[in-house]
Each structure stands twice: as C-alpha cells, then as structure tokens.
C-alpha cells in the first residue's frame, strides 16, 4: 500500500451495530478543605489541575470509565476523554444514576482529581437495588436494597460519607460509607408522594455548631472535630409539584416549596441542585428553572427556558452559572450577574445580584439526559469557597438518546481574562455561547475495541451486539478503484446474512472472535467463555455447533475459587489452530490448541501464562522499574516462568535506574490489585503473542515455544491499537490513546533506528487529531524485497518496500509510511505555494492543475508522501484488509442510527411549519 497503488474497497454499510443510550454522567468529587485551612500530604506533593474520570452510564446496563488522555503538564487534551474500562452491566439491566465518593480523602491533594484506585463508585438501574461496582474487578461488588421500593435518586453528601436515597414510597434513607461499608443509617419521615431528585445544602464547621463556652474549654490540640464538616439540610424534588427541605438531625421537613400545576395536573421536578450560599434551584416537568431563596424558601426568579421536561441539571464549579436541559435538547445557561440601583429606596429592595438566562444552545438531536461539569461544584460556604484557575475553561459534558458524549468548553463570558486556555483545543473560545462543542466518538466493543472481526480466508464478518452475534459474508469485488476516489457504494448482492445467534448470558458480551477460515466463533461475556464451531451447509448457510466442554476446561485452569471463568479478550492465530483467551478477572493468558482439520477432539490446553498478575508499582499511570518489582502470584503449581527481562532500549522518560528503587517508589506502595487485559495481537506468521492490560504494561510470548520472551516499558498513554507488519513480523507497531506511536522489534527486544524519526517527529495534524487511534492494519500482500530483509538493512535499506501502516479512528483513516523521513512542517495551517507559485486557496490558471502536489522546501512533497488522510467515512466501526489490495471499510451512519430512535421532541410555533 504505497503512493499510487490501487485497493478494491468493500464500503459496507449494511451492519445494524447501533449503541446504546446515554443515561447518566459522573465526575468524582473533590475533598472538602480543610477548616484550619491545612493542607494534606498529598497537596504538599503536587497540585495537579487534569481532569479526573468520567463515568459514562448506558441504557443496556454497561458503565464506562472514561479518562483524560492530556498529561499533568500540558493543559490541552485534543482526544479529551477515552474509554480505559468497560463494566459490563448484568442482562438485562439499565443505569439511570451513578455517584462516585472518595475512598481516602487525606491522600487527595487540593483540587486535584482523586485517582481510580482511591474512588467507589455506586449506581441504581430502576429497581429497590443500590449497586456498589467494584472499579478494578469490573463487576458487581455489593448490593444494598432500599427497603422502601424503586430508587429515583442517589446522592452522596459533600464530605462523601453518607448516602441520600430517593425511593417509591416516599421516603429518603440514608446510607452510611464510611469505612468501606454500605449500611442503612437512618429514615427521613415519608412523605404521600415519590422522590425523584435530592441535592444536599452546604455543610458547616461542626466547631460553628456548639457552644462557644464549650469550645473554649476544650484543648486547643484537639483539632480532630475542628476538621470535620457536619450536613445541616437537603431538599428534595417530589412528584407533587413541590420541593421539600428537609433536616439531617431530625429528618422532619423544614419548608415546601411549591411550583405551579397545569390543569391540576401535578408537576414532576426531576433536578435540583444547592449552591454555596443555600439558594436553591429546580427544574420541572412544565420547562421552568425556579431559583429560591434559602432563608424564606420564596421564589425569587423564575424562567420558563425549555418546552418540555427539564431531566438534568448541574451547577458550575465556582456557583456562578447553572446548566439545565432536557427533552427539548436545549441545554441553557443562567449566570449570577451583579446589578447596581442606586436610586431605589425601598427595604425589600432586591440584593445587588440576580439570575440571567444568558445562553442557549442545542448540541443534541434528542432528549438529553445527564449534565456533568468539570472541575464539579461543591456547595462550600463562602468563606471557604474553593480557588480554580481562571484561564482554564470548565468542561461541560453531556449525553442522551443519540448515544455519543458532548463536550464543550463552558468557560464565564463575564471573566476578565482575555486569554482562556480552551483543554480541549476545539477552539480559540473557550466560552459555553462561542466555543465549539465535539462528540466523544464512541466505540462499537468495550475498552474501545471494535465490536466486529474479520475472518479474512472465509470473508467473514463478525459482529458482536449485547446479547447475540451476527456473521455476514463479504462476496468478491472485481472492479478496483483508488484509495484516494473511494465515492461508490457497495452494489446490491455485495454481502449476505448467513449466521445470527442470540446468546444466554449472564453480563452483556464483552469479548468475540472469528478464525481466519470461518471455522471457529469464540465469544464471552463476564462470567462464561463459548466456543462454536461453525460448518457450512450446501445451500451456503453456517451451523454453528457449540463445544461443551470448552468452558469446563478453561475453568480447570483456573483457582478453585475463581467466580469467572469470562474472557475479556479473544483472539485466534492466523492459522485457525490457536486460540487465546484472556481470562476477565483472574488476568492469565490460556493459549488452546485447536487442531487442525476437522477432528472432533477437544480444545487442549497448551500453556497459562500469569505475567499481568504480577505485581508492580505505578506512578501516575506507569509502570517503573525496581528490585522486586515483578513477582509472580500464580496459585497453581505450574513450570517456573523466568522472570521479565528488560528492553534492550526504553523510552527517554523511563530514567528510574535498575536494582535501587527511587524515593518516589518508596513512598508509593505497590499495586496489589489485578488489571484487566484489554488488547490481544498475533504475528501474520503466528510465532509471536502480545497482550497489554489497563496498567499499561504490554508483555510478548513465543507461541511456537510457549514460553514468555519479553516485557515492554510502560507508556505516557494507553495502548489503542496493537499490530504486527505483514512484510516483518517480528515488528510491532502500537498506537497510543494520544495519537503517537511507538514502533517495538519483538525479535530483537528493540524500538528500530528506522521507524524513530517517524515516532518522534509525527505531523501536528495527526497527534492533534480528536478522535483517538481504534485500530491499525497492514495489507497482507505486502512482502519484503527478494534480496531479503538482512540483506536490503546491510544496504541501507535502499532495496526494501515502503513499510506502510493503515491507521483508524472513527471519523479518519490515515496511511503512515513508517520507515520514511518525515520532511519539514507536515499537515500546518500555513500558507504555502504549490509549483506554480500559485497561493493555497487561490484560483488557480486553467493550465494548472489545482490538485497538484504542495511542494514547499524542505520537502514537503515528501512529507504529503508519507502521511495520507482521508476523512470521508464516518463513523466508522472496522478498517481491515480483508485481501492483498483489497481493503474492507464498514461504516455506520449516524443517519441511520437516529432512524430507529423515537421521534424527538418538536413544538411547532405560530406562523411557522
């Protein structure tokens, strides 16, 4: 696949892949400061301002734990947030509140995002069930039931130590989790209608609540209650048209709020929300955001901005602008603005601020259904009213029906910095009215992997849904075209269904895989592994028939008391003898032998490897070097795996030296938990297995010995993307979540001198790209010289071919020649001149031809050689070489994913059609 060569692209549009809904969003909390205005451990090491996770909850029940992919020290993120876990969710479930608290809120430093391994996370999906999900396990760790029917709400308190249920029959409990413990604390008085949504009110100094005789009588060393925060009150949106503030200590109602009703039918105040100074604000069933005031429990302004329901709402991180939207898709913005009347004399004169609805934006083709902003708000006291930095933009995420998440920089229009820094480099503004908003492109499988697979002998194509598969057929083209004129669309009988299976599951799928030859269908959710062997009837139908006794055996590999026996990844050799399995909780790598032919006998076990058990310490997502780092914690009597070797070369950054662990390692314990092995990868010639977990750490095996060769060093950023050449396949190239590359000579145990100009020198408009690396592929035609390969190297390399690499995202594809110069100034912005003088963006004479190369000096002309985008597929769901020149590109319009949606909302005006 070089400059000038001709593919035959398979444009399929015909897989029915469809995501689900979004159905809640959550950034974790910050700690409260301290009262004495000290400062923790962790805030005297560093004070980060990167943003935390995200989690993203979905309608099929699955949660997806999204992080940033900036580093502490640069502030822009283009790919903003991408999925690192995917939690499948039980079938059939749904997720329709999610809640993060801290675990150990002293080792959190002052405004800096708590870590995952330092968050729980919680959820309810419309039934009697408060669900705790175990972050590192991906699963279900406990549940809690509410005792009191259907949970509407779930919030935690600002110090994250207690719980507020919103139930059916009309009370709110509270859950106590302090001390990693779920436990019913107590219940509020119930009340004749459901809860449906509870913000809690700022919290005070428990040293303001007593007496001050008593305060100055105690020693003046006991600072232990001085630090802590007591909750005093929290209101709550009822279904009877009204919001209730109720009493922690008591659990009695203090006040009712009342909204108005629409021919006496009652109003439903889905979202309300608390600020610093106790102001209370509600949406409702009619539309109308209503800000009360916390003394007097009156309406003091009153907005009728939506035209329909108002189903979320969440509030700035300095309390100065809330953000409501719902089913009409707007999401609207109201700010605090101050005003000045010298001239009115009246005493109930208003205060010298007020409430303005100052924006309107629709970002969504349908009903949204969750806000959330980062930094998040904390309704802290004035007095203690926390400290952001006002030249970085607060990111607003949102997500609803049409399935993607939004963002956008949400930036005050009233700050008095000119220069916003905007984190996700949309735009030059940085405000909510001006800037640019992007989608989050979501991916078709869990982990950001794509949910479809090809079997390029048998020409088919795999997809995997929540609970079933589904197999095509991919039939012959014969008229190839260029890569650069991909317009036409697949002809009718270009494909055919021949395989739909609809699977008993306990979680929905997280992992599938098709053999080369379209003999073997491997798929798994959680908690079990299926393998079905497929035959093909005389009429060109698939019967797949299930092996029995796969399961039991890949469950005999396993500790007695393992409670999964569910791949989290899956993968065949390219000769359809091999099958790798990646067990979900328990982190081995079990390689099967299949056989070849068509004998009956069972899948034999050809070796488990457990090097992603080990444990090893990690620092800010890497993994460093260190005495003793790497030991090993199998649990059955196994042949001694030797231990891993070093690279011969590693990444400039990696500078912690060998054998003498750093301060940094001394002050951080070791990681005792096991991660989650997401990204599997086979040589063309089936001699080499890599596999890379969620800690970043990528480990190689021989297959042909079975036996470990080696361990990669860590990575700034997350693996997206794992290939071997077809023409050298002992070269691994890798793309990171980040949009940079790495490029690792498995055979050698070194990154190659000539792929390093390209890796350290790649084009702004790649790296700067929004949409992270999916996937890279490689044309299986392509071959070394005939000179062959340590022959052309001694040469210089003058006699080899282009080593090119196809990579993917969901809205680009791009070529990459990775073994050539990448030239000066690639894909910039600037101005240049083509070989006719001529100005880019300027008529050009007729005699010239205004697709001529750009050439400019230092050789560009190269560079536009080696760096080849194209984006006119999107969104897309799999790029692969289905053949030598023959490229297979499915796609999945967003057009048609709206089609099968409900009808959005639309309130036709007066005068207008």
């Known amino acids: 696949m070089h400059q000038g060569t001709s593919l035959a692209v398979h444009r399929c549009r015909f897989v029915d892949f469809s995501p689900s809904a979004i159905t809640a969003l959550a950034f974790p909390p910050l700690p409260l400061p301290s009262v004495k205005g000290k400062k923790s451990a962790a805030s005297s090491r560093r004070k980060a301002s990167k943003p935390g996770i995200l989690a993203v909850g979905r309608g099929n029940g699955n949660i997806e734990i999204y992080e940033w992919t900036g580093s502490e020290q640069k502030v822009e993120a283009p790919q903003a947030w991408v999925v690192r876990k995917t939690i499948p969710g039980p079938n059939p479930s749904k ?376 197999v095509w057929r991919i039939l012959e083209k014969h008229s190839p075209f260029g890569i650069e004129n991909m317009d036409e669309a697949q002809p009718e009988g270009g494909y055919e269904r021949v395989l739909d299976m609809e699977l008993n599951v306990h979680t929905n799928l997280v992992a599938s895989a098709i053999s080369d030859d379209g003999r073997w269908v491997a798929v798994s959710d959680w908690y079990e592994t299926k393998l079905f062997e497929l035959k093909e009837e005389p009429n060109g139908d698939i019967t797949p028939r299930r092996i029995r006794d796969f399961s039991a055996i890949l469950h005999s590999q396993l500790p007695d008391k393992a409670a999964s026996a569910g791949a989290s990844s899956l993968a065949f050799s390219p000769d359809s003898s091999k099958l790798v399995v990646a067990t979900a909780m328990s982190s081995y790598v079990v390689v099967f032998d299949l056989g070849r032919g068509g004998g009956s006998r069972s899948p034999v076990v050809m070796r488990k490897f457990d090097q992603h058990r080990a444990a090893g310490t990690t620092i800010g997502g890497r993994v460093i070097k260190g005495k003793g780092r790497m030991q090993q914690h199998s649990e059955l009597a196994e042949e001694a795996i030797p231990v891993p070797e070093e690279p011969a070369e590693a990444p400039e950054d990696e500078n912690v030296s060998e054998g003498e662990p750093s301060d940094i390692e001394n002050d951080i314990p070791q990681k005792k938990t096991i991660p989650t092995i997401t990204r599997i990868a086979t040589s063309p010639d089936g001699q080499w297995l890599v596999t890379t977990d969620t800690d970043g750490r990528t480990f190689v095996f021989n297959l042909d010995s079975a036996t470990y060769h080696t361990t990669l060093p860590s990575f700034a950023s997350a693996i997206h993307a794992l290939a071997f050449d077809t023409a050298s396949p002992s070269t691994l190239v890798i793309g990171l979540a980040n949009n940079t590359l790495e490029v690792y000579d498995v055979e050698t145990r070194s990154f190659p001198e000539w792929a390093r100009q390209v890796v350290r020198r790649l ?94 000096e230092g050789g560009m002309e190269n560079r536009q050689k080696n760096f080849t985008v194209v984006t006119k597929y999107r969104p897309l769901l799999l790029v692969d070489f289905i053949g030598p020149k023959e490229l297979l590109v499915v796609e999945r319009p967003l057009v048609d994913v709206l089609n099968g949606l409900p009808p959005a909302f639309f309130k036709p005006k007066y005068g207008k059609t």
Not at 131 to 157: F, H, K, M
Request: charged share 25%.
């Open 763 to 856: 084009p702004a408009r790649f790296t700067r790209m929004h949409d992270p690396i999916v996937g890279v592929t490689f044309d299986p035609g392509a071959t070394v010289s005939p000179l062959g390969e340590e022959a052309d190297n001694a040469a210089g390399g003058k006699n080899l071919p282009p080593r090119n690499a196809l990579f993917w995202g969901t809205t680009w594809l791009c070529r990459i020649k990775l073994d050539a110069a990448p030239g000066w100034g690639g894909f910039d912005k600037k101005r240049r001149r083509d070989a006719n003088g001529q100005k880019r963006g300027e008529r050009a004479p007729p005699h010239v031809n205004p697709a001529a190369p750009v050439v400019e």
């Open 95 to 470: 997720v329709d509140c999610l809640a993060f608290t801290i675990k150990n809120p002293d080792q959190v430093g002052d405004n800096e995002a708590p870590t995952l391994e330092n968050l729980r996370l919680f959820s309810t999906g419309g039934s009697s069930e408060l669900v705790e999900w175990d972050l590192e396990r991906a699963c279900i760790r406990r549940t809690l039931s509410s005792q009191g029917g259907s949970i509407w709400a779930v919030t935690p308190n600002p110090a994250g130590t207690q719980l507020a249920l919103g139930c059916e029959d009309g009370s709110i409990r509270l859950i106590s989790v302090t001390y990693d413990s779920l436990t019913h604390l107590r219940r509020f008085d119930r009340i004749r209608s459901r809860i449906l949504s509870i913000a809690w009110g700022p919290p005070v100094p428990r040293d303001t609540s007593k007496v001050q005789e008593k305060a100055a009588s105690e020693d003046s060393d006991d600072d232990d209650d001085e630090d802590d925060w007591s909750d005093s009150w929290l209101v709550a949106g009822c279904s009877d048209s009204c919001l209730r503030k109720w009493d922690v200590n008591t659990g009695r109602v203090l006040d009712r709020m009342v909204t108005e009703k629409v021919k006496g039918e009652r109003t439903l105040v889905w979202a309300v929300g608390a600020l610093g100074d106790g102001t209370v604000v509600s949406g409702d069933s009619m539309g109308i955001v209503k800000f009360w005031d916390p003394v007097t429990c009156t309406q003091m302004d009153s907005f009728p901005g939506h035209a329909a329901d108002i189903l979320c709402m969440t509030i700035s991180s300095d309390g100065t602008a809330v953000y409501t939207s719902g089913v009409d898709q707007k999401i609207n913005q109201f700010t605090h603005v101050k005003t000045t009347n010298p001239n009115s004399t009246s005493v109930l004169k208003r205060g010298s601020s007020r409430w303005i609805m100052s924006s309107s934006r629709r970002m969504h083709s349908h009903d949204v259904r969750a806000l959330a902003i980062w930094p998040p708000h904390t309704p802290l006291p004035p007095a203690y009213r926390r400290q952001f930095p006002i030249d970085i933009a607060p990111i607003l995420a949102s997500g609803g029906l049409d399935m993607s998440v939004n963002v956008t920089p949400a930036a005050s229009a009233a700050a008095t910095v000119t220069n916003i820094i905007n984190p996700l480099a949309t735009s030059t503004e940085a405000t909510f009215e001006d800037s640019y908003n992007r989608r989050l492109g979501y991916s078709s499988g869990p982990f950001n992997v794509s949910a479809l697979h090809l079997a390029r002998q048998a020409r088919l194509l795999l997809c995997m849904r929540d609970t079933s598969v589904t």
